[in-house]
């Protein structure tokens, strides 16, 4: 035959040849996608957003915690306070300088 396929000579050498077409082709198919995506990658937007001259730092309001357990005893910040107390001592908060946040 002349093309030989099921036939084995032992003078036929392997292929030593790498078949570059199919490289080719992806290169190409790869540089031309970039091609056209890199102008649509520098398109933006220009914004011209504000300045700002400096930051204001913002205190914390103070906060004091008001509780009752289950037994009905009063709690100020987790320190036990007494019933007939706890007028004067939120009449102190209120009257200071920066009256706490009062978290029930």
Known sequence: MAFG??????TSAPMAEINMTPLID????LL???IITAPLMTH???LDLPKVAASVAR???????????DAGKLYWDDAPIAL?????????????????????
């Open 59 to 69: 205190d914390t309001p103070q906060s004091v915690t008001l509780s009752i357990d």
């Open 84 to 104: 007939d107390a706890l007028p004067a001592r939120l009449r102190a908060a209120a009257a200071s300088a920066a009256p706490p946040e009062l978290r029930l």
């Open 32 to 34: 031309v996608i970039f």
């Open 44 to 46: 933006a937007i220009r």
């Open 26 to 29: 992806v290169m190409l198919v």
């Open 5 to 10: 396929g099921l036939e084995h000579h032992k």
